[in-house]
């Protein structure tokens, strides 16, 4: 046979070398092969995955089954707002995984930032896009005095309680303070009239009423420690795959579902901030997701730190049942790290499709939208953005989508 | 040379290029395969010599926890009063550390607790140590992989 092959052939056969690398690489991505190592990081995402549910020190009442009972009914209750219209429920909708499908959530005003979803919340070590909140029971004393969201103040909920909610309250706690002469709306983030009202509060009186207020954000604490993750498609297809087996009937997952999941633990590194059961690491990153410029300027969470070391309710404070030594979030929270400028906190990804739209403040529609933003990676417009870009193609772009669908549980969403 | 040595060449160039892309994307974010991952090592200027190990609760993805480090000095004596300061991140993500880490006691015997330690990602971590003493300062930095 002639050692002399001509230039075509040499392109032939060169170009049928790359085809075959191509088609071990196709195959490589299809999905039907997992290696070991991502069979493992598949089974440490599935919900079977998920640890027990961290203790709160700071809230003795945490896991207290009539302060989780009193909760639920603080949670819908809306007579614990300024104007009697307004409850947690108006923007954390039990029927629509705790949240309101809305870019900014909305009650007596427009707030700034995104409804967030609430199940699995307690397993967060910081509240809110920000973090500027380290427990669940400070969180819920924010919205209650903002007068964007619920519009009151404490001594109001103080007397609210001790007129309405009274035998409850006090088989928990013990017995409700004596708010004779206290003014009926007083508190010191409220107006200036209400500030001054508060001021005149006796320094003891003012702390009584505290503790009764911190006791309402921990009873509600206690009932959102139930709000769950629900097992999905992905979880069925992860215990396989744990298990060893081939996965079976809606546990199956199509060629489209496995190569979105394969990309999405690979090449596209989704894995390394959406990582665990929750699939997010409870931290805070700048993701580059644009400033809307209709809302004040937003660092994100390089201003929640001060604001959760300042937080008269923290772990730290008077309020809270924890010892100092039990507060680690608090105490070795890394104050100076240039990264934390618009750094927001990473979402958990489970039932995300079926709840547009998307960041802290929705800036971004569709869930396709979500993936074009990874693909390309903007600059920032603030900060320094962790993203690579990552130049999907169309086939992998919907291949994403198509994986992010089976962390939903499938039911429609009623209105 | 002849057309066809150079469609060769540019060939496998392209044949390179399309492997060194792949090769770049599927492992980029993998910790190199020959990572030193000794949890016991000498400082850089050969001052001391240092052993950290994880205390309860494991060493695991995004639990707080501390370590407790052991200094001696070169020939083995137990360093006391040691001013340990810490440091890290992951050095192909271009992050340091989520929490900042402190020693919060001397346990005695070169022993020092290390408070605070979170690793929020799963890879290749660097822990550094700055460590301060009677023999002078000298760093090490111990390689840990999630
Ligand atoms: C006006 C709508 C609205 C009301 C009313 C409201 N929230 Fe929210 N909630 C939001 C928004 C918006 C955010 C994100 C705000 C931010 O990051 O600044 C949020 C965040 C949260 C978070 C943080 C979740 C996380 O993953 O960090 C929790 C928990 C929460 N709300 C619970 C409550 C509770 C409890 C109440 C009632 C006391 C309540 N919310 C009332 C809109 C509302
Ligand atoms: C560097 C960490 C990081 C990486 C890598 C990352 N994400 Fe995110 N993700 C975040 C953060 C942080 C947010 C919220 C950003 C914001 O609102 O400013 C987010 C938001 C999202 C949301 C919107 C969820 C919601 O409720 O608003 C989706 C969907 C999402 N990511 C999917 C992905 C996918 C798919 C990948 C891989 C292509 C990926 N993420 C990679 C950190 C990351
Ligand atoms: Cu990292």
Redesign the interface.
Known sequence: MSRL???SE??RR??A??AV??LV?AAGCSGDEFTDSEKA?IASLSLDRLPPLPADPSNRFADDRLAAAFGATLFFEPRLSGHGDVSCSTCHQVDRQFQDGRPLGRAVGLTDRRTMPLAGVAFS?WQFWDGRKDSLWAQALGPLEDAREHAGNRTAYAHFVTASLKDRYERIFGPLPDLAGVPRNAGPLGTAEEKAAWQAIPEAKRAEIDTVFANIGKSIAAFERSIRHEETRFDRFARAIAAGEAPQGDAALDESERLGLKLFI??A?C???H??PRFS???FHNTGVPQPPELPEDSGRAAGIPKALADPFNCLGRYSDAKPEQC??L?????D?P?MVRAFKTPSLRGAVSRPPYMHSGQIATIEDVIEHYSSAPKPPKGES?LQPLTLSEREKKALVAFLKTLDTGRPLSN | M???GR??IA??A??LA??AA?GY??FA?APPSDLDLARSKKTAKGLYAVEIAPENPAFE??T?HSWVVTVTTADGAPVEGAEIAVDGGMPQ??????????VTAALGDGRYRI??V?F????WWEFKLHIKAAAGEDDVTFNLSL
């Open positions: 092959i001509s230039a040499a392109l060169a170009l070398s790359i690398t191509m690489l990081t070590p690979g090449r590194n894995v390394t901030c990582a665990g690491d409870e931290h680690g979030e105490r070795f929270v890394a104050k790290d990264l962790e | 002849g057309l066809k469609i060769g060939l496998g392209v044949v399309v492997a792949v994307m599927m974010m993805r995004n707080l993500h271009g992050h340091g550390l989520p929490t900042a880490p402190q408070e605070g979170r929020n990602m799963s890879g």
